[in-house]
């Protein structure tokens, strides 16, 4: 395997990990993490691209993005929910009022996104998802 493509791999995998922990961890971005490491995935390893698009819980979060099909409801209510409750908990602990003025401006800005996102019929979602894997 050429330095470039070795390279690219790890890219893709610590992309990964980061958007995995951005699920739990406020101000850490999921989506932008899963979408670079789709990216490098495609550049370096088919296997390793064809396992995150097809990921149960990634894959179509990404194969919306690539497909321009929008987020169906239930994403985005996921989508929503967490982000809310993540938010939530570091505003109620964050010490200064700057910061927590901060959180809910970035609250806002994530809520606007959301809503005004195209909404995918579930449908298209099912389709979109691999074969049994739900």
Known sequence: MSIRRSLCVAGGVLCVALGTAGIVLPLLPTTPFLLLSAYLFSRSSESW??????HRYFGPYIRAFREKTGLTGTQKLRIGISTTLMIGVSVYFAPINAVRF????IWLMVA????????????AGATASPTGSG
């Open 102 to 105: 901060c959180l809910v401006a």
């Open 112 to 123: 606007v996104m959301l809503y005004r996102m195209k909404t995918a019929s579930p449908s």
């Open 49 to 54: 691209h064809r396992w995150l698009i097809h």
